[in-house]
T-cell receptor
């Protein structure tokens, strides 16, 4: 079992650009959540996707958007990048939207905005 | 979800038990206590969770006080690989969505 896989592992962008990050959930999982982790802080919830729809959203602007595909994989898109968007972006998957199951996290994508 | 309070850091000797405290005095009756850890350059890893009874698995033990206002994660025989940031999280069972609210966590350094 490959677990949760994210790509790319590292990415460098400049202010104003757009970025797309990708996530493949753990086998058997149909729900994907995205988190942003700034340096030295705990992860912050961005949003969750289930059945190809955004189901819950954290306190992030509309520049952050996502998508879930029929195979349950997901993308996180960030438009008009700001320096403050530099962070580790984590994807987590689980078997179900409302289950009490533990989340499985990927190793993240480190985004640097210059 | 209830707020949690953890010490920012602690050291532990290799081979000894590590006891990580967490206060969650505003916890509701339907909220579980979860523990995750994050080793450098990796995503958070689930350790254990519980509602009110003590729990044990291959990684750790979770002791929840009778009033459920605090808990302790016990790593029975800490190794150097247990050096990580440990997060205590409380969340409602069967909540719509799997949002976890992470605080600052406890940075644990296991020393030889």
């Amino acid at each position: 079992d490959a677990g949760v896989t994210q790509s790319p592992t590292h990415l460098i962008k400049t202010r104003g650009q757009q970025v797309t990050l990708r996530c493949s959930p753990k086998s058997g999982h149909d729900t994907v959540s995205w988190y942003q982790q700034a340096l030295g802080q705990g992860p912050q919830f961005i949003f969750q996707y289930y059945e190809e729809e955004e189901r819950q959203r954290g306190n992030f602007p509309d520049r952050f958007s996502g998508h879930q595909f029929p195979n349950y994989s997901s993308e996180l898109n960030v438009n008009a990048l700001l320096l403050g968007d530099s962070a580790l972006y984590l994807c987590a998957s689980s078997p179900g939207q409302t289950s009490n199951e533990k989340l499985f996290f990927g190793s993240g994508t480190q985004l640097s905005v210059l | 979800d209830a707020k949690t309070t953890q010490p920012p850091s602690m050291d532990c000797a290799e081979g000894r038990a590590a006891n990580l405290p967490c206060n969650h005095s505003t916890i509701s009756g339907n909220e579980y206590v979860y523990w995750y850890r994050q080793i450098h350059s990796q995503g958070p890893q689930y350790i254990i969770h519980g509602l009110k009874n003590n729990e044990t698995n291959e990684m750790a033990s979770l002791i929840i006080t009778e009033d459920r206002k605090s808990s302790t994660l016990i790593l029975p025989h800490a190794t150097l690989r247990d050096t990580a940031v440990y997060y205590c999280i409380v969340r409602v069972a069967q909540a719509a969505g799997n949002k976890l609210t992470f605080g600052g966590g406890t940075r644990v350094l296991v020393k030889p």
